[in-house]
T-cell receptor, first 115, second 112 residues
Framework: AQSVAQPEDQVNVAEGNPLTVKCTYS??????LFWYVQYPNRGLQFLLK??????LVKGSYGFEAEFNKSQTSFHLKKPSALVSDSALYFC?????????????FGSGTRLQVQP | NAGVTQTPKFQVLKTGQSMTLQCAQD?????MSWYRQDPGMGLRLIHY???????DQGEVPNGYNVSRSTTEDFPLRLLSAAPSQTSVYFC???????????FGDGTRLSIL
């Protein structure tokens, strides 16, 4: 079985400060990991993914994420937060190569960036 | 290039009614999925398809049917609506198993 945990319902950060949104996962084999962002009344938008290769993945809007196999984590980071980054963020995992082909999503973390 | 298009955007039904949520994509993606989003529960997979004529159940399939007669379309049918099916429904598609999903803007469904 595959699962994702986002331990924080909400993260508050001041504009200009670094931000981290946490994600841990569980899969049987190699993970395919994704981060998505959702703005009000919209669908999810893709930010970045890890399939293989470099553990530090860079994505859209200045976001990056670090894959840590030993800690089974894939935390989302940004060096300097913007008010416009305020949104709902979802981590998702799929078993790579074999197994289920569908994504499993975490429960989401609301990011609030204060001016 | 419209991406993933969902219709309707909003719908109110009475308990016991049936309806079909439409989903169409113009990217020639083989993989399509239906999710429901409920507060505090993230997105849960209802049904998915890996190509025309091939569908499979997800995490919460009860009360829903799907079919995939063409690559472009993947409708979701509610057989007999129940208040527990009040939710926001998202359709998504992707090109292959290691590619990200593209989402529609959702259908907001209320069952009275």
């Amino acid at each position: 079985a595959q699962s994702v945990a986002q331990p924080e319902d909400q993260v508050n950060v001041a504009e200009g400060n670094p931000l981290t949104v946490k994600c841990t996962y569980s899969v049987s084999g190699n993970p395919y990991l994704f981060w998505y962002v959702q703005y009000p009344n919209r669908g999810l938008q893709f930010l970045l993914k890890y399939i293989t290769g470099d553990n530090l993945v860079k994505g859209s809007y200045g976001f990056e994420a670090e894959f840590n196999k030993s800690q089974t984590s894939f935390h989302l980071k940004k060096p300097s937060a913007l008010v416009s980054d305020s949104a709902l963020y979802f981590c998702a995992v799929r078993e790579g190569d074999t197994g289920r082909r569908a994504l499993t999503f975490g429960s989401g973390t609301r990011l609030q960036v204060q001016p | 290039n419209a991406g993933v298009t969902q219709t309707p955007k909003f719908q109110v039904l009475k308990t016991g009614q049936s309806m079909t949520l439409q989903c169409a994509q113009d990217m020639n993606h083989e993989y399509m999925s239906w999710y429901r989003q409920d507060p505090g529960m993230g997105l849960r997979l209802i049904h998915y398809s890996v190509g025309a004529g091939i569908t499979d159940q997800g995490e919460v399939p009860n009360g829903y049917n799907v079919s995939r007669s063409t690559t472009e379309d993947f409708p979701l049918r509610l057989l007999s609506a129940a208040p527990s099916q009040t939710s926001v429904y998202f359709c998504a598609s992707r090109r292959s198993h290691d590619q990200p999903q593209h989402f529609g803007d959702g259908t907001r469904l209320s069952i009275l």
